[in-house]
């Protein structure tokens, strides 16, 4: 899957959405994925809604009210949420903090390590392992 071509065909203001999730690990060449999940400012995500992206109402029953919406291959979602620490992330510190790569807005791996962590399912699990072993190639190719 090419996720920037994707990613752009959504015709979105670069600057008003994060690329989270597996697609972080995707674009670095780490695994595949199947889906692309997005974070994206309120405004935006009115703008999908109105595009005709439907509400996952089993995921806000799991959530509590946590909205998701779905389109395809593609999840957006409002906010990031640490579910062990009860703690919501600010999208604005999320658009901030992001690893742009060819235009586009992605989650740094340390960041989605964090999450992954707070997960804790076999897969997030065997992910943590691949973003640490490719931050620990990154620092050591570095240090050459």
Same mark, same amino acid.
């Given at each position: &899957? %090419?996720?920037?071509?994707?990613? +752009?065909? *959504? $015709? !979105?203001?670069? %600057?008003?959405?994060?690329?989270?999730?597996?697609?972080?690990?995707?674009?670095? +060449? #780490?695994? /595949?994925?199947?889906?692309? %999940?997005?974070?994206? *400012?309120?405004?935006?995500?009115?703008?999908?809604?109105?595009?005709? @992206?439907?509400?996952? *109402?089993?995921? /806000?029953?799991? @959530?509590?009210?946590?909205?998701?919406? +779905?389109?395809?291959?593609?999840?957006?979602?409002?906010?990031?949420? !640490? /579910?062990?620490?009860? =703690?919501?992330?600010?999208?604005?510190?999320? !658009?901030?903090?992001?690893?742009?790569? %060819?235009?586009? =807005?992605?989650?740094?791996?340390?960041?989605?390590?964090?999450? +992954? *962590?707070?997960?804790?399912?076999?897969?997030?699990?065997?992910?943590?392992?691949?973003?640490?072993?490719? #931050? &620990?190639?990154?620092? $050591?190719? &570095?240090?050459?």
């Amino acid at each position: &899957m %090419d996720i920037i071509a994707q990613v +752009k065909s *959504l $015709n !979105l203001p670069l %600057d008003k959405f994060v690329v989270v999730g597996g697609s972080s690990l995707a674009i670095r +060449k #780490l695994r /595949e994925t199947n889906d692309i %999940d997005l974070i994206v *400012l309120p405004e935006i995500f009115e703008k999908l809604v109105a595009r005709g @992206w439907v509400f996952d *109402l089993e995921y /806000e029953k799991r @959530w509590n009210g946590r909205q998701r919406i +779905k389109q395809g291959f593609f999840e957006a979602h409002t906010d990031l949420y !640490l /579910e062990k620490e009860n =703690r919501f992330f600010d999208i604005q510190t999320v !658009l901030n903090e992001a690893d742009v790569i %060819d235009d586009v =807005r992605f989650q740094p791996l340390e960041s989605l390590r964090i999450f +992954k *962590l707070d997960s804790s399912r076999e897969k997030d699990l065997r992910d943590v392992e691949l973003i640490d072993d490719y #931050l &620990m190639s990154s620092s $050591n190719s &570095m240090e050459l």
